[in-house]
């Protein structure tokens, strides 16, 4: 995959990254939305929303994934492609790191 993505894109990625189209809620000051989340990988996403985000704002994502449940992790948003957004997660406890990994590993197989 690393071989494919320095081939294929101009600034790689730390982590492989999956296409997906999971339903997930958004919080931010007390107020929550639906988005979509199109690509995941264990360092952040970009998600697809009807709210707009300044840069480095801060939000809670929360999403199901098969075999693991209810994830809920902080993020920030770090770029914007309108209407999309890309999050970076942060202060991610390893068993959500883990899950997140054990997704996308099984999508690219």
């Known amino acids: 995959y ?6 294929l894109e101009d600034t790689p990625r730390v982590a492989p990254r999956v296409p997906t189209h999971i339903s997930a809620t958004a919080i ?9 989340i199109l690509s995941l990988s264990e360092s952040g996403c970009l998600i697809r929303s009807s709210e707009s985000l300044l840069l480095d704002a801060k939000i809670v994502l929360r999403f ?4 693991f449940g209810l994830i809920e992790i902080r993020a920030d948003v770090g770029y ?7 999050l970076i997660f942060n202060s991610t406890p390893p068993p ?3 899950a997140i990994a054990s997704f996308v590993e099984g999508a690219l197989a």
């Open 2 to 7: 690393r071989l494919m993505q320095q081939v």
């Open 96 to 98: 959500v790191r883990e």
């Open 28 to 36: 931010r000051a007390g107020k929550q939305w639906t988005v979509a």
């Open 64 to 67: 199901s994934l098969p075999k």
């Open 80 to 86: 914007q492609l309108i209407p999309d957004l890309g």
